[in-house]
T-cell receptor, first 113, second 117 residues
Framework: GAGVSQSPRYKVAKRGQDVALRCDPI?????LFWYQQALGQGPEFLTY????????KSGLPSDRFFAERPEGSVSTLKIQRTQQEDSAVYLC???????????FGDGTRLSIL | AQKITQTQPGMFVQEKEAVTLDCTYD???????LFWYKQPSSGEMIFLIY??????QNATEGRYSLNFQKARKSANLVISASQLGDSAMYFC??????????????FGKGTKLTVNP
């Protein structure tokens, strides 16, 4: 496809379960980002990849959050032992290196019961 | 301190009028980029406009223009001839180019724009 693709669009999990969120960036985009957006707030940075290298993970809120991009294209954000405060929309974005825009996917809305 | 400040939680404008959404930023980095995004109720983040700190001219994209006042550290978005479809949340964001190689964006809290018919 032409845009950033995220799956699933919606995910409901019970507290304590592990979840995996997928992002398929625009072809050729070297940079990939994950953001977390709580209801009524602006997106908050989680982590950043350039190709397969995770250059910045300063925004990951705890060691329960883990992201990978093993072949420099598709990325997965994994959350272990989910908690209610993890409920949010998780946005993935991609861009050319130091590009003039981030192209965002439609997000995954995660609800933890 | 907040890196991006959007002081207007909500704004109202009449259809076909112009509206300015405020954004101020805080950085000591001489090289940075400023972005505006639109987020309709459907949730997708739509890129509107970009301004680089070294760009000589204010950025324009169709009905969107960015009023960049570097000394005041402000980057206000101007939407001309508002349309009903412009009703959405608008986010201002900044990328600091000397942050250890990270291209992350820092977002403001957003402004909810409502266009009235």
């Amino acid at each position: 496809g032409a845009g950033v693709s995220q799956s699933p669009r919606y995910k409901v999990a019970k507290r304590g379960q592990d979840v995996a969120l997928r992002c398929d960036p625009i072809s050729g985009h070297v940079s990939l980002f994950w953001y977390q957006q709580a209801l009524g707030q602006g997106p908050e940075f989680l982590t950043y990849f350039q190709n397969e290298a995770q250059l910045d993970k300063s925004g990951l809120p705890s060691d329960r959050f883990f992201a990978e991009r093993p072949e420099g294209s598709v990325s997965t954000l994994k959350i272990q032992r989910t908690q209610q405060e993890d409920s949010a929309v998780y946005l993935c974005a991609s861009s050319l290196v130091w590009g003039r825009d981030h192209h965002f996917g439609d997000g995954t809305r995660l609800s933890i019961l | 301190a907040q890196k991006i400040t959007q002081t207007q939680p909500g704004m109202f404008v009449q259809e076909k009028e112009a509206v300015t959404l405020d954004c101020t930023y805080d950085t000591s980095d001489p090289s940075y980029g400023l972005f505006w995004y639109k987020q309709p109720s459907s949730g997708e983040m739509i890129f509107l406009i970009y301004q680089g700190s070294y760009d000589q001219q204010n950025a324009t994209e169709g009905r969107y223009s960015l009023n960049f006042q570097k000394a005041r550290k402000s980057a206000n978005l101007v939407i001309s001839a508002s349309q009903l479809g412009d009703s959405a949340m608008y986010f201002c964001a900044m990328r600091e180019d000397a942050q250890g190689g990270s291209e992350k964006l820092v977002f403001g809290k957003g402004t909810k724009l409502t266009v009235n018919p």
